[in-house]
């Protein structure tokens, strides 16, 4: 399979970003770390460019916060330990797969092979259980905000990373409740557009915060969005699906990156949305938040490019039969 030769292939160190760089001069910034780091002092200067945007942009008007979440944890890199403990081996070159929700991955038995990626990147709640075969077994991080969390235990795997992604200035708030394994107060859940969870079952050493810069990059750097303006209410901000930011994370924490259930084909409205329940693709046709045309011409265009690759074939299909001409 087309998953079992990218992964027979010898890995190349530092490959997905050397090419972004090459790719995108000045738009990309290989140096981004994936994750806030303890050392805020890059951050001192209110013109540092992590402060120069509110979240999801950037920490302006947060550092407080960030700081005290930052001491109540033990580590703020990649957790490096032996792989049979189900950690990153500490290894030269390091191989990640994302895994989207997509209906692609329905059925097609790829899970074994997924596990076998020295990193495994899970969005949201997307669920394991129960779908192993398909999706996998193993979680190295899993990237997301605090209404997107897992509600279910079972979910969380006792070895994995929680990389916790700020949108507003309450996501940090929760963050540090959850940290503490504090109640999460009434107050605060009346910010959150849907239900949280009131707890994650995993030590203060497993969290993270994922860098914002890296949404920012995303945002306007790559995709070209304009930048967030103030409006009378709140921002008017482009912001990313989590998928294609978790791409371009991926990219700062590995040397070769690859995808899997990525993409809509919205030409089979009757096709499964997400591999994990049955709404139909042409629910996807009625939601405007995301632009994800222009996001998923971004992931072809890096996919034709080489620099990442798509297991399931959804966005950019590089092993297809030309059999209908559309490849």
Known sequence: SFTKQVLDEPCRPGFARGLMTQLFPGRYHPELLPFISKNLSEMQSEEA??????????FRGQ???????????PETGLPVVGAEKGGVPPKVCRRCVVVGSGGNLRGTGLGPLLDNFDVVIRLN?????????????????RITYPEGAPKSMEEYKPDSIFAAVMYKGVDFQWLESIIKKEHVSLWTKLWFWQSVADGVPLGPSQFRILNLEIIGETSMDLLGYPKP???????????????VSAVVFATHLCDEVSLAGFGYDLSRPDAPLHYYENVRMDAMKAQPMHNVDGEKLFLAGLINAGVISDLTGGVQCTFCQKRDGSG
């Open 63 to 73: 550092r407080d916060s960030l700081e005290a979440i930052l001491g109540l944890m």
């Open 229 to 243: 303006r103030k409006r009378i209410w709140g921002w008017d901000k482009n912001i990313p699906t989590l998928g």
């Open 49 to 58: 460019t992590g402060l120069r945007y509110d979240p999801p942009f950037g």
């Open 125 to 141: 709640n997307a669920p394991i259980i129960k779908f192993e075969n398909d999706v996998g077994s193993k979680t190295t991080v």
